[in-house]
């Protein structure tokens, strides 16, 4: 059974500083992972798709890396802003049923000071 | 283009009671999925729909049940409410045709049950 863990489960740094957020899964047979950003109460927003065959993907200033092998992926926000304040999550898809269900970490909650 | 759209945004239930919650995927999408989110946590599964059938089901009782309807829109029934089921539901939209299947969600629906 797929578990998916995101550690720290809260970061606050200040503006400027570089963020990286971890996620790690148990089972390596996964289909594509995606990074996502959540502000309270609201719905989900897709940051980044990497699928199985990729080291990683850049939009911007987000950079997610991923390494199966070691069942880990990593964001990295580049040069944070107050903006960037939100919970992150990260899901993964299994191979085997890649058309169905994400599995969800908890996420991690950013906050960052002015 | 507009997104995938949740109504209604907020709703107010007895214990006991019925609730139909409703989802229109993003235009082009032909799959739904549905999530349940408490609080302070990632999203749980509930079930995906395609064709019109449940093609995939999570760890959810049988009084949460589903439909999708020929213009690929999809309804959320969860019967006999439990205050347990306070949470906000997430509806997510993919294509098929891809083969990413990368989920775009709504803005989702809050429930509340006393």
């Known amino acids: 059974k797929q578990e998916v863990t995101q550690i720290p489960a809260a970061l606050s740094v200040p503006e400027g500083e570089n963020l990286v957020l971890n996620c790690s899964f148990t089972d390596s047979a996964i289909y594509n992972l995606q990074w996502f950003r959540q502000d309270p109460g609201k719905g989900l927003t897709s940051l980044l798709l990497?699928?199985?065959?990729?080291r990683e993907q850049t939009s911007g200033r987000l950079n997610a890396s991923l390494d199966k092998s070691s069942g880990r992926s990593t964001l990295y926000i580049a040069a944070s802003q107050p903006g960037d304040s939100a919970t992150y999550l990260c899901a993964v898809k299994g191979f085997v049923d890649s058309w169905g269900k994400l599995q969800f970490g908890a996420g991690t909650q950013v906050v960052v000071t002015p | 283009d507009a997104g995938v759209t949740q109504s209604p945004t907020h709703l107010i239930k007895t214990r006991g009671q019925q609730v139909t919650l409703r989802c229109s995927p993003k235009s082009g999408h032909d799959t739904v999925s549905w999530y349940q989110q408490a609080l302070g946590q990632g999203p749980q599964f509930i079930f995906q729909y395609y064709e019109e059938e449940e093609r995939q089901r999570g760890n959810f009782p049988d009084r949460f049940s589903g439909h999708q309807f020929p213009n690929y829109s999809s309804e959320l029934n969860v019967n006999a409410l439990l205050l347990g089921d306070s949470a906000l539901y997430l509806c997510?939209?993919?294509?098929?045709?891809?083969?990413?299947?990368?989920?775009?969600f709504g803005p989702g629906t809050r429930l509340t049950v006393t």
């Open positions: 997510a939209s993919s294509f098929a045709g891809t083969g990413y299947y990368e989920q775009y």
């Open positions: 990497i699928q199985s065959s990729q």
